[in-house]
């Protein structure tokens, strides 16, 4: 069988990318290791890929609404394709912005998802996002295909940033922290204080967030004296290993929680507006994850007028800290009180 060439096209945030890379593994399984893969995404969320062996040109684009004549990294995309042809174009975009781009493309076949009928039992971003494959692929390779991370190597890590065998990270932002809205994802700063107040006694903690974020991360401290700090101190590459060898992740609904799932991470995530059986951290054969909920009746109302008529933001407001601390325990993450 020759070498196939493949483009991905997905450029969406965090979560989303690290949903994608499903698609990778199931090329590489189909198609074979030495399988050329070009992957398009945004410049930020780019950085996932930076220490990824599987992907062969990360091609960054940062207007994707620009139309194509004054796009310049969208004509080279293009022109790249005259000389080196693609097998295959998968566009995971719903949106239009990617269309005249896509035609322009010189490849064998092209599948755009917003093309694909997706049965209504799909439900999650991954089967959804993976589903235009399973016309391509063989059944087995489909059912095993689950996102993946490649981050920097262990030792460096282990050099770098000096952290013990056995830790917890706790991961208190999420990608609405920096809008202008009212973020209807978070936790109560007093709960997140009081969390890791708490677990600083029972295991090493480790604080990550991403930066430009101070002024959140300031209402949690002072953290306790044994807490490790890494709040804007790594790159995405670390991050992921630092994620992978950790004991486990507790975060939100947001891109952490993705990693945690795609690096077979214990994940706690603390849900309430959200749908998690869509948006949620994936649940796969290999990971384990905890979707923390109170569970109302109003809930999940996400993009809909329950959403923007609640003023209190219950769901999350509900989720108390003896719950987490419970959930952690009967996962044997932290030992119960006597």
């Known amino acids: 069988m020759s070498k196939k060439s493949i483009l991905i096209i997905r450029c969406g945030a965090l979560g989303d990318l690290v949903c994608s890379t499903s698609i990778i593994e199931a090329v590489r399984l189909s198609f074979g290791e030495q399988?050329?893969?070009?992957?398009?995404?945004?410049?930020?969320?780019?950085?996932?890929?930076?220490?990824?062996?599987?992907i062969n040109k990360k091609i960054s684009i940062k207007y994707k609404k620009i139309p194509l004549f004054f796009s310049k990294q969208k004509r080279e995309i293009i022109n790249y394709s005259k000389t080196y042809p693609y097998d295959f174009v998968f566009n995971l975009e719903n949106s239009k912005y990617f269309n005249d781009l896509v035609k322009n493309i010189n490849t064998k076949k092209t599948i755009n998802i917003s093309n694909v009928k997706i049965p209504n039992d799909i439900q999650h971003m991954v089967e959804k996002m993976k589903y235009p494959f399973k016309f391509i692929v063989n059944d087995e390779i489909f059912?095993?295909?689950?996102?993946?991370?490649?981050?920097?190597?262990?030792?460096?890590?282990?050099?770098?940033?000096?952290l013990p065998t056995k830790y917890l990270i706790i991961s208190p932002s999420n990608s609405h922290q920096k809008r202008s809205i009212f973020n209807y994802?978070?936790?109560?700063?007093?709960?997140?204080?009081?969390?890791?107040?708490?677990?600083?006694?029972?295991?090493?903690?480790?604080?990550?967030?991403?930066?430009?974020?101070?002024?959140?991360?300031?209402?949690?401290?002072?953290?306790?004296i044994n807490v490790i700090d890494l709040v804007a101190k790594t790159s995405l590459p670390d991050l992921i290993t630092i994620i992978k060898?950790?004991?486990?992740?507790?975060?939100?609904?947001?891109?952490?929680?993705?990693?945690?799932?795609?690096?077979?991470?214990?994940?706690?995530?603390?849900?309430?507006?959200?749908?998690?059986?869509?948006?949620?951290?994936?649940?796969?054969p290999f990971n384990k994850v905890h979707i923390i909920s109170s569970n109302l009746d109003c809930s999940p109302c996400y993009k809909t007028n329950v959403m923007k008529n609640c003023k209190d933001n219950i769901c999350m407001k509900s989720i108390t800290v003896k719950k987490v601390l419970n959930t952690l325990i009967e996962a044997n993450i932290i030992e119960k009180d006597n």
């Open 35 to 54: 399988t050329i893969i070009d992957f398009v995404s945004n410049p930020g969320t780019n950085k996932l890929f930076e220490n990824d062996y599987r």
């Open 143 to 162: 059912n095993k295909s689950f996102p993946k991370l490649i981050g920097s190597d262990s030792k460096d890590i282990d050099k770098k940033y000096n």
């Open 185 to 224: 994802r978070a936790w109560t700063n007093e709960n997140w204080k009081q969390l890791i107040n708490i677990l600083s006694n029972k295991i090493q903690t480790v604080v990550i967030g991403n930066k430009n974020e101070d002024e959140f991360f300031d209402k949690l401290k002072p953290y306790p």
């Open 245 to 284: 060898n950790a004991q486990g992740l507790i975060a939100t609904d947001t891109g952490t929680a993705h990693i945690a799932s795609a690096t077979n991470t214990e994940v706690f995530a603390l849900i309430g507006p959200t749908p998690a059986y869509e948006t949620g951290p994936y649940q796969t």
